[in-house]
């Protein structure tokens, strides 16, 4: 069963707004424990979910590291990349700049594997884990699809026991587009915080899994997700409905 606290909103737009708060809090306390906030976002539905509350995000976004939790390996402004999701429905309107977003080198889209070697390398020249340290993030903020996936970690994939690598290439994603680049689960455990954000009753049947599973159903991957201060899980009544 996955751990963490739960928070429970009316609506999807009083999701957004704590969570908005919520980031600008960790980002306050980041900043000022050492300086910079480095968030990592996901894709899909969250983007555009954060973006109604984006303006309640008052912290000092001069300061952020952003990077992704998973990315398609696709060109940066295709329909399909996380990138341009997340430039275009938050950070556009967040003053964070060019220079502290780090994306996937478009020049390694062809081959997820050797994209996913150079976004460890950013990741740790950026998080300051070169001498052996694991490099940790301050928030992850993860989405999770309706078969229990997070980042572009999928049930039964040889992924989900990576032990080695921080960011690793996935070629046979079930959902398109097939080729990816993706943080593995020793990243996530060294991040400090996790946020999940589920909204909508698509997502009702996978969170009862996840929080109460029966027996012999599977640990579904998002509910393996843990970090080293705190896993939260945002979502909306329609999402929460069955847990
Ligand atoms: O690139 C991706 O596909 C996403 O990062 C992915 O991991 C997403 O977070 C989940 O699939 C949930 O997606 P929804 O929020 O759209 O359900």
Redesign the pocket.
């Known amino acids: 069963m996955a751990s963490g606290e739960r928070k429970v909103f009316e609506s999807k737009a009083e999701l957004a707004d704590a969570l908005a708060v919520y980031v600008a809090a960790k980002s306050e306390a980041s900043i000022a424990d050492h300086g910079y906030f480095s968030v990592a976002f996901?894709?899909?539905?969250?983007p555009k979910?954060l973006a109604s509350g984006v303006d309640k995000i008052k912290t000092d976004t001069t300061k952020w590291k952003v990077f992704?939790?998973?990315?398609?390996c696709v060109a940066l402004d295709h329909d399909d990349s996380?990138f341009k999701a997340v430039q275009n429905d938050c950070l556009s309107k967040l003053n964070v700049g060019a220079e502290n977003v780090f994306a996937i080198d478009p020049a390694l889209i062809g081959d997820s594997d050797a994209a996913a070697e150079a976004y460890q390398k950013v990741l740790t020249e950026q998080l300051g884990g070169s001498d052996g340290e694991t490099p940790s993030i301050d928030l992850v903020l993860?989405?999770?699809?309706?078969d229990g996936?997070?980042?572009?970690l999928f049930p039964g994939h040889t992924l989900l026991d990576e032990r080695e690598r921080l960011v690793a290439g996935i070629k046979d994603?079930p959902?398109p587009p097939p080729s990816?680049i993706?943080l593995t689960y020793k990243a996530l455990e060294a991040s400090k915080d996790v946020a999940f954000?589920?909204?909508?009753e698509?997502?009702a049947d996978t969170l009862r899994a996840i929080f109460h599973p029966q027996e012999g159903e599977p640990l579904l991957p998002a509910a393996r997700v843990q970090a080293k201060n705190s896993v939260t899980w945002f979502m909306d009544k329609p999402a929460a409905a069955k847990i």
């Open positions: 996901s894709g899909g539905s969250l979910l992704f939790a998973d990315e398609r996380n993860l989405g999770m699809g309706p996936h997070t980042c572009s994603s959902k990816r993706t954000v589920c909204a909508g698509g997502k």
